[in-house]
């Protein structure tokens, strides 16, 4: 949701359709993009969508790495949880990537290293 400071009227918001298809009862958030469209995180099932100013959904991505979630709410039967706390997007060229290997076949143990796989 996007408030205009002129009025305090909504300028802008994003619902699921049917509504209960969007709901995250915690830890999550959503980022405007620098090319207007919106990235949402919804933490407690790990899903990470971007959509644009005309509520379209352009890319979605569902947090893989499951753990151990004990006695978090939301976790599933089997005691297993992908809630992410936040998402952010940096671009291609940021500095932060300078000088570090992100190929990303180094990380394909990573569930195994968990002890999830």
Same mark, same amino acid.
């Given at each position: 949701?996007?408030?205009?400071?002129?009025?305090?009227?909504?300028?802008?918001?994003?619902?699921?359709?049917? /509504?209960?298809?969007?709901?995250?009862?915690?830890?999550?958030?959503?980022?405007?993009?620098?090319?207007?469209?919106?990235?949402?995180?919804?933490? /407690?099932?790990?899903?990470?969508i971007?959509?644009? =100013?005309?509520?379209?959904i352009?890319?979605?991505?569902?947090?893989?790495?499951?753990?151990?979630?004990?006695?978090?709410?939301?976790? =599933?039967? =089997?005691?297993?949880?992908?809630?992410?706390?936040?998402?952010?997007?940096?671009?291609?060229?940021?500095p932060?990537?300078?000088?570090?290997?992100?190929?990303?076949?180094?990380?394909?143990?990573?569930?195994?290293?968990?002890?999830? /796989?």
């Open positions: 949701m996007e408030i205009d400071p002129a009025d305090n009227g909504i300028a802008w918001d994003y619902r699921g359709e049917p /509504a209960i298809s969007f709901y995250s009862y915690q830890i999550s958030g959503a980022e405007r993009q620098p090319n207007g469209n919106t990235l949402i995180c919804e933490g /407690a099932t790990g899903r990470f971007e959509v644009t =100013s005309g509520h379209q352009v890319w979605e991505y569902i947090n893989p790495l499951f753990a151990d979630s004990g006695r978090l709410a939301g976790g =599933s039967a =089997s005691g297993q949880a992908n809630s992410v706390f936040r998402a952010h997007r940096f671009a291609p060229d940021d932060a990537f300078q000088g570090r290997d992100l190929d990303p076949a180094q990380y394909g143990n990573l569930n195994r290293i968990l002890g999830t /796989a």
